[in-house]
Each structure stands twice: as C-alpha cells, then as structure tokens.
C-alpha cells in the first residue's frame, strides 16, 4: 500500500494541552500536507509544508518535515475541545499527477 | 477562498439503482478534480482522477465501468455509480486544484462529501 502511517490512531486529551501526531510516508515527496475533517465532512486544508522546508508555523499549529527520516509531525499547542476531529497527513509525491495520499489518520479528543 | 460544492450530501437508494454525484468548483476553474472513497473510521483512497475533456484515470482495483466519471467543465466533475448495491455504501469525497497549480505546491480543496447507503 502507498499509505502512510499516522500514529497515534487515537488521542485524549484536556482542553489547553498540546496534541503531537506523527506521519511516515514511503517514498520522495513534492511536499506533505495535513487536514482536518470533522466527522461526517469533507477536508479542511490545515499547513503545506515544501520537500525542502523543515518546519512550519500557522497559529495554534506547528509541523516539521525530516525528509531523511520520510517523517512529519503536527503539533497543536493549547488544544481547544473545537479541536476534536480526525487529522491527516497526504502526501504530493514527485513526478506524480497532482494526486494525494494520504495517512491512516490520528482521531483527535479534546475533553474541555 | 476556494470552494468546491458536492451534491447530494446523503443518497439511501435501493440496490441495482445507479446514483450521480456532483462536484463543483464555485469560484475557480478546475482542470483536474479527484474523487476518494472513504469507510468509516478509514483514511481516504483515491478512487481516480478526473480530467476536464478527457478520459478519467482510475487507481488499480477500482472498475471504471462501475464508477463513472465525466468531467464535462472546467467547473463540473460527477461521479456515477452504476447498478449500486450494498458493498457500494460508503462516503465518496470530491476535491479540485486550479487549473495551472495541480502540479504546484498547493493544497486541494474539498467537497463535503456524499454519504451513499445502498439498501
């Protein structure tokens, strides 16, 4: 499978602490991006983040990218119960057609 | 921002009924649209990909005669599921990118998705 790997599946916690969600992918990638969905509803596009970008900022959100390690991380710093969706990772791989793949999905619960 | 529109947003049909689902670009042109199936509790597999004017690109082990796809406009991709039964119940998701940035570093917008429950 082309899949990524998210890890956790699943995550607890209280309102104003911060969510780490990991993502591997398999092969050289254009750049990796990650999404929201709330349950029952299409994606929302949260950060890009560039083959040759190590770290990114939008907000509350904060992702890192190790190409060497095929690796990025979503931080969510003081969590808010409006939070709690399902994230994925998806990746552009290079020389593809513009399509994504993307992760398994960490399901996210912010418990206010 | 960009949109994209997807009609209807639940479908439950009998068995054997062929179901169409839209997915419009509302405020860009898109050359490119892509159709996912997502189970529950699952990520999301693309399905294919739609290309305005032409023939549709299916990812392997999905059957272009069961899942129709017709990108007449740069605004209007559907997606029909033809002779539905119940294995075919499921949550399809549409998203496009401009055209002239598929290949470019940016995100796709999505659909709110068609729940589809075959009876």
């Known amino acids: 499978s082309q899949q990524g790997e998210e890890d956790p599946q699943a995550l607890s916690i209280q309102e104003g602490e911060n969510a780490t969600m990991n993502c591997s992918y398999k092969t050289s990638i254009n750049n990796l991006q990650w999404y929201r969905q709330n349950s029952g509803r299409g994606l929302v596009h949260l950060i890009l983040?560039?083959?040759?970008?190590r770290e990114k900022h939008s907000g509350r959100l904060r992702v890192t990218l190790d190409t060497s390690k095929k690796s990025s991380s979503l931080l969510i710093t003081a969590s808010r119960a409006a939070d709690t969706a399902s994230y994925f990772c998806?990746?552009?791989?290079?020389?593809?057609?513009?399509?994504?793949?993307f992760g398994q999905g960490t399901t996210l619960q912010v418990k206010p | 921002g960009a949109v994209v529109s997807q009609h209807p947003s639940r479908v439950i049909c009998k068995s054997g009924t062929s179901v169409k689902i839209e997915c419009r670009s509302l405020d860009f042109q898109a050359t490119t649209m892509f159709w996912y199936r997502q189970f529950p509790k699952q990520s999301l597999m693309l399905m294919a990909t739609?290309?305005?004017?032409?023939?549709?690109?299916?990812e392997q082990g999905v059957e272009k005669d069961k899942f129709l796809i017709n990108h007449a406009s740069l605004t209007l991709s559907t997606l029909t599921v033809t002779s539905a039964h119940p294995e075919d119940s499921s949550f399809y998701i549409c998203?496009?990118?401009?055209?002239?940035?598929?290949?470019?570093?940016?995100?796709?917008?999505f659909g709110d998705g068609t729940r589809l429950s075959i009876l």
């Open positions: 998203s496009a990118k401009s055209t002239g940035t598929v290949y470019s570093n940016q995100p796709q917008h």
């Open positions: 983040i560039r083959s040759n970008e």
């Open positions: 739609s290309n305005e004017g032409s023939k549709a690109t299916y």
């Open positions: 998806a990746t552009a791989y290079s020389g593809n057609t513009g399509k994504l793949i």
